[in-house]
């Protein structure tokens, strides 16, 4: 009768056993899951905590200077596009074939402002291969500031094309190559918007960030404006704010970025 009892309990302690080591799985594996999308939106509140400080150093009429308001703006065009099954991914790394980004907008709001101008520069094995430079039609006048800061102006953009002729040229350009950009979250808010506004196509190509590397490679630097770093690794600044100088300068960053690794 002793022994029975000791066996059904020890049956007892094996099944609680089992049990609890299941449910222990499943609590680490749902741990994991929460820590993964943690990860992805801490990833853009840590870039508005260290990059809040930048806003406040230099008020001049950098793009880069706007990259604290530009992430507040995006945050959650970010997490609507990382919540999707075919989402787009932060590579956070180095590639030889890539197409390089930069846009110019009306203001800092993927909704309510417009892109004017988009430059890109496609890159294979490392090598520039070909570019894409348009100018964009839009049905306002251009801020001031906007002018001022690019050189944009109303007159040029008359001459441009209208805007579901230059997307739908750019997704052919870029194809699903890796989208690489300073501050490219940015970029890819205005980009995925415009896309789906105009051609109702999602854009979800995985993108590199230079700023990210920058951070990681370059510690102690002051900041991580673009106009920084390029000063930093000797690269010519003159005609920034246009979109092909921007993706120019930012292919500089990146190589000299490689070989800090």
Same mark, same amino acid.
């Given at each position: 009768?002793?022994?029975?009892?000791?066996?059904?309990?020890?049956?007892?302690?094996?099944?609680?056993?089992?049990?609890? &080591?299941?449910?222990?799985? +499943?609590?680490?594996?749902?741990?994991?899951?929460?820590?993964?999308?943690?990860?992805?939106?801490?990833?853009?509140?840590?870039?508005?905590?260290?990059?809040?400080?930048?806003?406040?150093?230099?008020?001049?009429?950098? %793009?880069? $200077?706007? !990259?604290?308001?530009?992430?507040?703006?995006?945050?959650?065009?970010?997490?609507?596009?990382?919540?999707?099954?075919?989402?787009?991914?932060?590579?956070?790394?180095?590639?030889?074939?890539?197409?390089?980004?930069? !846009?110019?907008?009306?203001?800092?709001?993927?909704?309510?402002?417009?892109?004017? +101008? @988009?430059?890109? @520069? %496609?890159? &294979?094995?490392?090598?520039?291969? /070909?570019?894409?430079?348009?100018?964009?039609?839009? /049905?306002?006048?251009?801020?001031?500031? !906007? *002018?001022?800061? *690019?050189?944009? *102006?109303? &007159?040029?953009?008359?001459?441009?094309?209208?805007?579901?002729?230059?997307?739908?040229?750019?997704?052919?350009?870029?194809? &699903?190559?890796?989208?690489?950009?300073?501050?490219?979250?940015? /970029?890819?808010?205005?980009?995925?918007?415009? $896309?789906?506004?105009?051609?109702?196509?999602?854009?979800?190509?995985?993108?590199?960030? *230079?700023?990210?590397?920058?951070?990681?490679?370059?510690?102690?630097?002051?900041?991580?404006?673009?106009?920084?770093?390029?000063?930093?690794?000797? @690269?010519?600044?003159?005609?920034?704010?246009?979109?092909?100088?921007?993706?120019?300068?930012?292919? +500089?960053?990146?190589?000299?970025?490689?070989?800090?690794?």
């Amino acid at each position: 009768m002793y022994n029975k009892y000791i066996f059904i309990n020890n049956n007892r302690r094996k099944k609680q056993k089992e049990l609890l &080591e299941k449910q222990n799985q +499943e609590d680490s594996q749902l741990s994991l899951d929460m820590l993964t999308a943690n990860m992805e939106n801490g990833e853009i509140v840590k870039e508005k905590n260290e990059i809040k400080e930048l806003s406040n150093i230099n008020n001049s009429k950098d %793009k880069d $200077c706007n !990259i604290n308001s530009k992430i507040n703006n995006d945050t959650n065009s970010q997490i609507n596009r990382s919540a999707k099954s075919n989402r787009s991914k932060n590579l956070n790394k180095f590639v030889d074939d890539y197409v390089l980004v930069d !846009i110019e907008t009306t203001g800092l709001s993927p909704v309510k402002d417009d892109i004017i +101008e @988009i430059g890109a @520069i %496609k890159v &294979e094995n490392n090598k520039m291969v /070909d570019t894409f430079n348009q100018l964009i039609k839009i /049905d306002r006048s251009l801020p001031p500031f !906007i *002018t001022n800061l *690019t050189g944009i *102006t109303d &007159e040029m953009l008359r001459t441009g094309r209208m805007p579901d002729e230059v997307f739908r040229d750019f997704v052919n350009f870029i194809g &699903e190559s890796v989208i690489i950009g300073h501050n490219v979250n940015f /970029d890819l808010g205005f980009l995925s918007n415009k $896309c789906k506004k105009y051609l109702d196509y999602n854009l979800a190509n995985d993108y590199i960030d *230079t700023l990210y590397l920058a951070r990681r490679l370059v510690p102690h630097s002051v900041n991580y404006k673009l106009g920084t770093l390029a000063n930093l690794f000797n @690269i010519s600044y003159k005609g920034a704010h246009r979109g092909l100088k921007d993706v120019e300068i930012t292919y +500089e960053v990146y190589n000299r970025l490689r070989k800090m690794r």
